[in-house]
């Protein structure tokens, strides 16, 4: 077999067998195939897409391409949460601690920032000390003990996985129904859970722009999930604005921990109540909406939700004191306003551009070696629908020396404001099970 030629066969839009899916998986991994290969490979399924049967197959090739975690000697149910990526997304850190504070087990892997999207990685290091490479042994040890564990791909878990998805984001090949499905659902197979919530973003900011793309997404996932004996279901959310106020990471952090503390925006905080929620139904531990809103507000409310994200920061290496003095993060050196230049109603807010702003700032990667500014990023203040007036300010951008003037006139230029009333947007889209 040779790589070219299944690049070829792929680029005429025939179906690729198991087998030649496992030589590619197996020989990138071996450091056989190089990197011009693959990255050939995948912009040819970008554009000729994959079947059911090779959404599939790269789906078990990426997830037998290493080791598997075994969660079931743990006692009680474990549940896992994934988001197909998005701008200010930082759902995952508020939810973990919630979830396990109202006693299932949290057992998540998750990712860097890809593209124009933050990934939960990056901001969990902004917490100083904060370490997110645990062996699989002290990943199954935390879940055990303390019922939160929010960490790393270890090289020895999807390592395909790994380096498909650093060289997908530098070469214009993430948004692809295929590569999105075998990417999330390898890890969430191979990370061990017994049920699996599926955050599907759609619109401007996420890579399904459209509720059809994130529809099929959404169905390929649950499938793969439901086929392999885990329960899965997936959630179609609204990503044409930024999730909350926080872009970047050290501030998406401070902003987690006051929504725990009960001070988060508002449609950030829907959505983080509307994925427990769910969380809890499909786990059986709430028998209805109520019964889970119930339990969610007694864990926010007696500061137990709060309690696990400390833990699960200190089991981690990390500095808990962060979660009562922000100053511990690492500061931007300057925050600059940016103000309406119009009165009206903001319609449109270029999601996708505000990611872009706060990449170029340093808060993600241009290519994969790129080093992470914490501190910067950019404060989203005005939302879809908000009555403004000129001169009032509807962002911040929080720079060091990187790109500034671009990321200001990015974010000056990503907000839409006309005369006419608008509506606000709805959160959740909707779910499939
Ligand atoms: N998140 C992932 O884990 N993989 C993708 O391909 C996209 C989002």
Redesign the pocket.
């Known amino acids: 077999m040779r790589a070219v030629d299944i690049i070829i066969k792929k680029r005429n839009g025939l179906s690729l067998s198991r087998e030649e899916i496992h030589f590619i998986i197996d020989g990138y991994v071996k450091g056989e195939i190089p990197d011009y290969q693959v990255s050939a490979l995948l912009m040819a399924i970008c554009f000729q897409g994959l079947n059911k049967d090779e959404q599939v197959d790269l789906t078990m090739e990426m997830l037998n391409s290493g080791e598997k975690i075994d969660l079931s000697s743990i006692k009680g149910i474990c549940v896992d949460k ?1 988001s ?2 998005g701008v200010g997304d930082k759902t995952t850190l508020v939810i973990a601690p919630i979830i396990a504070a109202c006693g299932l087990k949290i057992a998540k892997m998750s ?1 860097r920032g ?1 593209g124009h999207t933050g990934g939960t990685l990056d901001k969990l290091e902004s917490i100083p000390g904060f370490k997110i490479a645990i062996s699989p042994k002290d990943f199954f040890k935390q879940v055990e003990e303390i019922g939160i564990a929010v960490v790393g791909q270890t090289a020895n878990i999807t390592p395909a996985d790994k380096k498909l ?1 650093a060289l ?1 984001d530098v070469t214009g090949t ?1 948004d692809s129904v295929g ?2 499905a075998g ?2 659902m390898s ?1 969430k197979l191979a990370s061990g859970a017994h049920s699996i919530l599926l955050d599907v973003k759609v619109g401007d900011g996420a ?1 399904m722009t459209t509720i059809e793309d994130a529809r099929v997404l959404a169905r390929a996932m649950v499938d793969i999930g439901n086929s392999c004996g885990r329960k899965t279901v997936a959630m179609l959310t609204d990503m044409d604005q930024p999730l909350g106020e926080a872009v970047g990471n050290s501030l998406e952090v401070i902003e987690v921990i006051e929504t725990l503390k009960g001070n988060g925006p508002q449609d950030f905080t829907k959505l983080c109540f509307e994925i427990c929620t769910e969380m809890l139904l499909m786990t059986d531990f709430a028998k209805t909406k109520e019964e889970a809103l119930f339990m969610i507000n007694k864990v926010l409310k007696n500061g137990s939700a709060m309690e696990k994200l400390r833990q699960m920061i200190i089991y981690q290496g990390g500095n808990p004191k962060v979660i009562e003095d922000y100053q511990l993060f690492a500061q931007a050196k300057r925050v600059v306003d940016i103000r309406s230049d119009k009165t009206g109603y903001i319609k449109k807010i270029h999601t996708h551009r505000i990611g872009d702003a706060a990449m170029i700032l340093g808060a993600g990667r241009k290519t994969k070696d790129d080093i992470i500014d914490p501190s910067v990023g950019i404060k989203v203040l005005g939302k879809i629908g908000d009555f403004v007036n000129a001169g009032e300010i509807i962002a911040k951008v929080y720079s060091n020396d990187r790109e500034e003037e671009s990321a200001i006139n990015i974010t000056k230029e990503a907000f839409e404001i006309i005369n006419e009333v608008v509506q606000k947007n709805k959160i959740v889209l909707d779910i499939v099970q």
Do not use: E, N, V
Request: glycine share 14%; no cysteine.
């Open positions: 994934h197909t990526g990712g890809l998805y997908r993430i590569l999105i990417s999330i890890k890579f």
